[in-house]
């Protein structure tokens, strides 16, 4: 049973930098997309970053130039994210998902098969 467990969610003031993990088990796909969503209350799960097995990246507009997204290295199970320039509008609820296909600009959630339980993030100002 793929789990998928997201942690180093927190708070921080504007400018600030936090970076947020995701432990994958259970899964052993040779093609794959690893993605981070996020969500405020009231609206649609939006997708920040994604990353496939290639190690191809693909970025929101929104988040561009300050998130970057990657794989730990020697533990290609863990997928990290790494937040810098933070604004009051990144905060929300983080999540981590993991599709069995490639990633596709703009497929947003439906391509993915399994999902943490969310880290949150609060960006003061």
């Known amino acids: 049973q793929v789990q998928l467990e997201e942690s180093g969610g927190g708070s921080v003031q504007a400018g600030g930098s936090l970076k947020l993990s995701c432990r994958a088990s259970?899964?052993?796909?040779?093609?794959?997309?690893m993605a981070w969503f996020r969500q405020t209350p009231g609206k649609e799960r939006e997708e920040v970053a994604s990353?496939?097995?290639?190690?191809?990246?693909?970025y929101a507009d929104s988040v561009k130039g300050r998130f970057n997204i990657s794989k730990k290295p020697n533990d290609r199970d863990t997928l990290l994210l790494q937040m810098s320039s933070l604004k009051p509008e990144d905060s929300a609820m983080y999540y981590c998902?993991?599709?069995?296909?490639?990633?596709?600009?703009?497929?947003?959630?439906?391509?993915?098969?399994?999902w943490g339980q969310g880290t949150q993030v609060t960006v003061s100002t």
């Open positions: 998902a993991v599709s069995h296909k490639y990633c596709e600009v703009g497929a947003g959630q439906d391509l993915y098969n399994y």
């Open positions: 990353i496939d097995s290639d190690g191809v990246t693909i």
């Open positions: 259970g899964y052993r796909y040779s093609r794959h997309c």
